[in-house]
């Protein structure tokens, strides 16, 4: 028969044993010791947890690296995982929110585009490249482009300002040319701009633009703002 004490304390042994938990091993600091030490009292840990142990320690390392935080001694894989936890659901939230900014801005210019389409219409008239006139003082090349703005709407409009950005034929955008025009444009009248540029060579969306052919690209009309005579204004969300 075995004695009495002696089956209580293989008992007691066998209970702590039960009770021991992976999660309650500390990770050493020394990551030396992460193969000898570690790495053999998680193997019973599911994958998902090693997964989310292993970023835990990774990120921390690197911030580490970066002088931006270390990992506290006597630090659990309990208390590791309850971080790293918490640190992927605070990007989730991050991403759902930079998603939702994304989606209202996107969904303020579709709007405003649309204002824009009832109220103004801009349209490439006249596109070329004029070359240097040594005898006039112009001693570049230069890019001239002309502009028909179409007042659409029922207010009269005091200026606009906006990017026109210019498409070939397979839809790819080339380059783009900005203006301001504060000249004012009457209720359901057209007026003309003609703006220029210097022409440089070595600049492949100036090449490009001088090298479209009349009939075989697009342009779409980008606004930054459209003023109106009653102090009232269209503008590109940020």
């Keep these: 028969m075995i004695p009495r004490a002696p089956w209580i304390a293989a008992a007691l042994v066998l209970a702590l044993t039960a ?9 050493p600091t020394d990551i030396a010791k992460w193969e000898t030490e570690l790495k053999p009292a998680i193997e019973d840990m599911s994958e998902e947890e090693k997964n989310l142990l292993a970023a835990y320690l990774m990120r921390i390392k690197m911030a580490e690296a ?23 659901e605070e990007q989730k939230a991050k991403e759902a929110e930079a998603r939702a900014l994304k989606e209202r801005v996107e969904a303020e210019r579709a709007a405003l585009k649309k204002l824009v389409d009832q109220t103004l219409t801009v349209a490439v008239v006249g596109l070329e490249l004029r070359g240097a006139d040594y005898s006039s003082g112009t001693y570049s090349d230069s890019q001239i482009i002309k502009l ?49 540029r210097d022409y440089n060579q070595f600049m492949d969306e100036h090449k490009a633009i001088a090298n479209l052919e009349e009939g075989k690209y ?10 109106f005579v009653d102090g009232t204004k269209l503008r590109t969300p940020e």
């Design 19 to 27: 009770c021991s938990s992976p999660h309650d091993v500390v990770v």
């Design 66 to 88: 970066f002088g931006a935080g270390s990992m506290k001694e006597g630090l659990t894989v309990g208390e590791a995982l309850k971080q790293q936890k918490a640190w992927v």
């Design 148 to 196: 028909a703005l179409q007042n659409k709407g029922k207010k009269d409009i005091r200026g606009v300002k906006g990017e026109m950005k210019f498409i070939d034929i397979f839809d790819k955008e080339v380059g783009s040319i900005t203006f301001g025009y504060d000249d004012g444009i009457p209720a359901g009248q057209t007026r003309s701009w003609t703006g220029s």
């Design 218 to 227: 697009t342009t779409r009309f980008e606004p930054e703002v459209i003023l």
